[in-house]
Structure formats: C-alpha cells, structure tokens
Nanobody, 115 residues
Framework: QVQLVESGGGLVQAGGSLRLSCAAS????????MGWYRQAPGKQRELVAS???????NYADSVKGRFTISRDNAKNTIYLQMNNLEPEDTAVYYC?????????WGQGTQVTVSS
C-alpha cells in the first residue's frame, strides 16, 4: 500500500504560479506512470500531466507550455510547476501512481485562480 500526499495548492491570481508536490510513502519507480489529475466542480476528473519512469512527460493540451511535470526518484516525489495560471485551472488536483494492476490516489489539494 502506497500513500500519496499532495501539497502546494492555494489561492493565486490569474497569471500567477504555483508548485504542487506529491510525496509517496514508497518508491515511485514501482509505478509505470506518475501523474496529476484535476477535477473542477461539476466536471469529470481529467488528466493534467503524467511522467513515465524514464522521465518522459505527457500533457493535456490545455496546459501545454504552462505546466511542467517532473520527478525526483531519490525523494519519491513528483512535482507540477504551474505558470500563467488561468481561472479555468481552478480545481482539486490529485496525484496518482499508476500500475497495470491498479492505481493509488492522493487526497487532493485545492487550486483556486482568481480573475
């Protein structure tokens, strides 16, 4: 059982930046993918960004050029640097650790972007 703990959310004005962190209780190399998802009120949870074991990132079109996902295997932590934030980025952001047999999720961290 792996526990994921997100941090770094908060309230920011449009155009501002935030950096989310997700610390895992075990080795993140155990997982095929690590990722960030988000869920806005009344909407389905959606993939924001993912990163594989070799560090290759994948981004949703809506965040390309603004968000950067990274990982520190030694610290068992992944990050999401979010720049030029928009009100549409307001959501609860969840960290996910993905294996073929299933996934683990964090409790989420709120990001609110004011216009």
């Amino acid at each position: 059982q792996v526990q994921l703990v997100e941090s770094g959310g908060g309230l920011v004005q449009a155009g501002g930046s935030l950096r989310l962190s997700c610390a895992a209780s075990g080795s993140i190399l155990s997982f095929n993918l690590m990722g960030w998802y988000r869920q806005a009120p009344g909407k389905q949870r959606e993939l924001v960004a993912s990163i594989d074991k070799s560090g290759r990132p994948n981004y949703a079109d809506s965040v390309k050029g603004r968000f950067t996902i990274s990982r520190d295997n030694a610290k068992n932590t992944i990050y999401l640097q979010m720049n030029n934030l928009e009100p549409e980025d307001t959501a609860v952001y969840y960290c996910a650790a993905i294996q073929i047999i299933g996934s683990y999720w964090g409790q989420g961290t709120q990001v609110t972007v004011s216009s």
